[in-house]
């Protein structure tokens, strides 16, 4: 591996989000000793950093080198991993587009299963911090935020997408792709039936001497 | 006090500060600074470092990520401000103990602890180098700001191996190398001239904090105590610094059995 190892500060963050996150489902645990003869090393393109994540019983750490190599390595840009990451904190373990994987798929499943089963809810999280009906009305006005940025952003997209097909014709209309498709495929159809025709037409014109 | 860090260093010396003395010796006379600044050790740590010192010692309790059930060490605990949130951290189901070799410094620990509502865990006098521990009998040990101060490091680095469990993790927070050249200038002046006279104003007592500064800068730096671990047995070592370099945490885990 040619990268080099991530920032000590970046591994160190990443370890105590990755544990206290683990902490929040007990059984997490049994499954991070299941997984501990295995690593998961990742690489961040752009910036070059190799990270390993190790299991034992206690959880995870996280180094920037290790002797041996992992057991599977996860690759792509800084994005691409912020979107698995906002994929596992919203209970969805797919990969996000944009990552390479190479290595023991079965290792990085049992990875994002491991991740995927912690549930995670805010309020149970800051109740400690903040208190109860405090954590409550907290957590409530988080998702109506949340809900509220994920609104804003689809009916930005649709307003878009509706300005590039209507207003500046930069973008076709599905319906008009579909008509347009369709014609291909009848002319398709077309050239095919003339390009029989004309062969049957050039087998009689051959056949014919033969005939006389 | 010499200040010359140069001089040759024979088998039977040890450095003190910027001084060499007889191995046996500076023992007893770290034993002499901490017992004289033992009283005021908080206060002073808060103005030395303008409370920064509370920030990296979060980082430490952190980073070592201590579950409830587990067995904490903290060697060299002194004032206990690790043993305090670890304690928190273990539960009624893990235990922590607070060693230190100095009685003062252990007895102002044992009376803040108990001050905080902390009671009934073990407190300990005891020398790093020779910890009177089981072999794997804690799942993590700490020593913060105390290595600098023990006569045979490497001693102590073994013995703090010998008694973790495998997969166990040793924290050692120390002030170390400055890895900027401008910070490393500034902190000179800050460590030679305003903390000595910090410590005749706020401890009466300027000769301990100068000890401080000149031990802080013959402690090995962030690469050389890296390898004293590896040395020692430790694996997976990696070096965390915090404010430049001026403090740097060090983490090893025993791994085999």
């Not at chain 1, 544990?19 to 752009?46: F, I």
């Not at chain 1, 290792?107 to 400690?128: K, N, T």
């Not at chain 2, 040890?14 to 600074?33: C, N, S, Y």
Request: proline residues 5%; hydrophobic residues 40%.
């Amino acid at each position: 591996m040619s990268a080099r190892p991530a920032p000590a500060l970046i591994c160190a963050g990443l370890e105590v989000a990755l544990n206290r996150y683990l902490q929040l489902e007990p059984a997490a645990l049994d499954d991070c000793a299941a997984l501990a003869r295995h690593s998961v090393g990742l690489l961040v393109d752009g910036f070059d950093w190799s990270l390993f994540i190790e299991f034992d019983a206690r959880g995870v750490r996280v180094i920037g080198e290790r002797p041996q190599p992992a057991s599977v390595t996860l690759a792509g840009a800084p994005p691409a991993f912020a979107g698995l990451a906002v994929k596992l904190a919203s209970g969805d373990s797919s990969l996000p587009p944009g990552l390479r994987v190479d290595g023991d798929a079965d290792v990085l499943q049992s990875f994002r299963r491991l991740l995927g089963r912690v549930g995670f809810d805010i309020e149970e999280w800051i109740a400690p911090l903040i208190g109860g009906a405090a954590a409550h009305r907290a957590a409530q006005g988080l998702k109506a935020l949340l809900g509220w940025g994920r609104d804003s952003s689809r009916t930005l997209a649709q307003n878009t997408a509706e300005y590039l097909v209507e207003e500046t014709r930069d973008l076709a209309r599905g319906i008009d792709v579909e008509e347009w498709m369709d014609q291909v495929d009848r002319l398709r159809e077309r050239s095919d039936r003339i390009e029989a025709r004309l062969a049957r037409l050039e087998r009689q014109r051959t056949a014919e001497p033969r005939s006389e | 006090m010499s200040h010359d860090p140069t001089d040759p260093k024979s088998a039977s010396t040890t450095h003190f500060g910027f001084q060499q003395v007889p191995v046996a010796e500076k023992q007893k006379r770290v034993a002499e600074v901490f017992s004289s600044v033992a009283r005021r050790y908080d206060l002073m740590n808060d103005l030395m470092s303008m409370g920064v010192h509370r920030l990296w010692k979060r980082f430490v309790i952190d980073l070592a990520g201590v579950r409830p059930g587990e067995r904490v060490l903290d060697v060299a605990g002194g004032t206990g401000d690790l043993t305090r949130e670890f304690a928190k951290q273990v539960g009624p189901r893990g235990q922590v103990v607070l060693s230190d070799i100095n009685a003062a410094m252990l007895g102002e620990g044992r009376r803040r602890l108990i001050d905080e509502g902390v009671v009934g865990l073990p407190v300990l006098q005891a020398n790093a180098e020779k910890l009177p521990f089981a072999d794997r009998s804690f799942d993590c040990v700490t020593i913060g700001f105390g290595l600098r101060n023990v006569t045979d490091k490497d001693a102590a680095l073994r013995s703090m191996l010998r008694v973790l469990k495998p997969g166990g993790r040793l924290l050692v927070l120390e002030f170390s190398k400055p890895l900027n050249a401008g910070l490393s200038k500034i902190y000179d002046q800050y460590s030679f001239k305003l903390l000595p006279l910090m410590g005749r104003f706020v401890a009466n007592d300027a000769d301990s904090y100068r000890y401080l500064a000149e031990s802080i800068r013959m402690h090995p730096d962030q690469g050389t105590l890296k390898g004293m671990m590896e040395a020692a047995g430790f694996e997976r070592c990696q070096v965390y610094n915090l404010t430049g370099g001026i403090v740097a945490v060090h983490r090893g885990f025993r791994l085999t059995a």
